[in-house]
């Protein structure tokens, strides 16, 4: 099993950058690829960013390249998403899981999920 925590968020003016870390318990997580969502109100919960066990491979949305960067930290746990030239439409609850296989974008592909951090950008 594996617990993930996320932390980072917060209000932002458009324009502004963030950093949200997902911190994990458990022996599997330096072995986990592991995915970013977000999910607005009224709308399904859409993947972000991925990153395999290594960190050697990387994938995001079309809508957030060029402006977000993930990124990991195997020695402590630790999992990150950099949000640069952030926008009103990135306003959401981002949220970390596990992929348990298949592809990167369905929510269903993956396990372990954290509870979430709220990102608003104002316009």
């Known amino acids: 099993q594996m617990q993930l925590v996320e932390s980072g968020g917060g209000l932002v003016q458009a324009g502004g950058s963030l950093r949200l870390s997902c911190a994990a318990s458990?022996?599997?997580?330096?072995?986990?690829?592991m995915g970013w969502f977000r999910q607005a109100p009224g709308k399904e919960r859409e993947f972000v960013a991925g990153?395999?066990?290594?960190?050697?491979?990387?994938y995001y949305t079309d809508s957030v390249k060029g402006r977000f960067t993930v990124s990991r930290d195997n020695a402590k746990n630790t999992m990150y998403l950099q949000l640069n030239s952030l926008k009103p439409e990135d306003t959401a609850v981002y949220y970390c899981?596990?992929?348990?296989?298949?592809?990167?974008?369905?929510?269903?592909?993956?396990?372990?999920w954290g509870q979430g951090t709220q990102v608003t950008v104002s316009s």
């Open positions: 899981a596990v992929l348990r296989g298949g592809t990167y974008y369905f929510p269903t592909n993956y396990d372990y």
């Open positions: 458990g022996r599997t997580f330096s072995r986990s690829t």
């Open positions: 990153i395999t066990w290594t960190g050697g491979s990387t």
